[in-house]
Nanobody
Framework: QVQLVESGGGVVQPGGSLRLSCAASGTISSIYRMGWFRQAPGKQRELVATVLSENGGLTNYADFARDRFSISRDNAENTVFLEMNNLRVEDTAVYYC?????????????WGQGTQVTVSS
């Protein structure tokens, strides 16, 4: 089992920045990838960015996030971060941390409770 706790959401003006954090606990060794998704009201949950635990921390970004967001990880602290810059109104959403873990040949997906990001003037 893996537990995820997000923090860092809030209200910011357009053009501002926020840094989200996600701390993992539990069976950390089974995690091979962590990432962030988001869900805006009335929309489906969508990928923001992911980072592998190994392979040099290979990252993957959604097109909207590639030039403004940065995902990073601190393996020693079992934490993944999402640095968001030049935020837009359309970035308003609940941001969820996700961890993919491999155990007994099966993949398990774990989710945090979500943190609200509101971009508004």
């Amino acid at each position: 089992q893996v537990q995820l706790v997000e923090s860092g959401g809030g209200v910011v003006q357009p053009g501002g920045s926020l840094r989200l954090s996600c701390a993992a606990s539990g069976t950390i060794s089974s995690i091979y990838r962590m990432g962030w998704f988001r869900q805006a009201p009335g929309k489906q949950r969508e990928l923001v960015a992911t980072v592998l635990s190994e392979n040099g921390g290979l990252t993957n970004y959604a097109d909207f996030a590639r030039d403004r967001f940065s995902i990073s990880r601190d393996n020693a602290e079992n934490t993944v971060f999402l640095e968001m810059n030049n935020l837009r109104v359309e970035d308003t959403a609940v941001y969820y941390c996700c961890a993919n873990a491999l155990s007994g040949g099966r993949v398990y997906d774990y989710w945090g409770q979500g943190t609200q990001v509101t971009v508004s003037s």
